[in-house]
């Protein structure tokens, strides 16, 4: 395990958060993940809720994974791949389905903006912030899929 630091009653990172199951089977958690207060509360604001931070585990091994703003930024550039590859095949044809859509909405979009405005200013930045949130839907998508397949594979969401 990394090394990594801890700080009683404060924000904590996953690491200190987790230890093994015990043999009972309970949940070997004795926190909340990263981002979270220890007294069961939520950050406020609205950056924590653009990209929201999934914590799984498989109470049988132990084994945790979290999604987090690294696993959005793979999800965002791989898309289905990065859904296939998290181990979820119907997900990830979904996912096909999601990408095709956002990419004509994409195209639609520039397309249309290129026709109806003149200014070329308006026409770059067109060009600049459609792909960039076509990219934010599509790591959102892939991100929700690869949650709905873990919990549908039986692991237990962590919050």
């Known amino acids: 395990m990394p090394f990594s630091v801890c700080f009683p009653g404060k924000l904590q990172p996953v690491d200190c958060n987790y230890r093994p199951p015990s043999a009972d089977g309970r949940s070997g958690k004795i926190g909340y993940h990263a981002g979270t207060l220890l007294r069961d509360r939520r950050p406020t604001g609205a ?3 653009v990209i929201e ?9 132990g084994k945790l994974v979290v999604l987090d703003h690294s696993s959005f930024m793979l999800a965002a550039i791989g898309g289905p791949i990065y ?4 181990g979820f095949l119907w997900e990830a044809l979904a996912m096909v389905v ?6 004509g909405a994409a195209v639609f979009a520039i397309v249309a903006a290129i026709g109806l405005f003149d200014s070329l200013l308006t026409n770059l930045a067109a060009a600049l912030f ?3 949130a ?19 594979q039986g692991w237990i969401e962590r919050y």
């Open 53 to 61: 931070t999934y914590s799984f585990e498989r109470a049988s091994t």
């Open 47 to 49: 950056a924590s809720m």
């Open 130 to 132: 459609i792909p960039l």
């Open 98 to 103: 999601v990408t095709v859509l956002i990419a």
């Open 83 to 86: 859904v296939l590859l998290s």
């Open 134 to 152: 076509a990219l934010f839907l599509q790591g959102r998508a892939a991100i929700r899929l690869t949650r709905r397949g873990y919990l549908r």
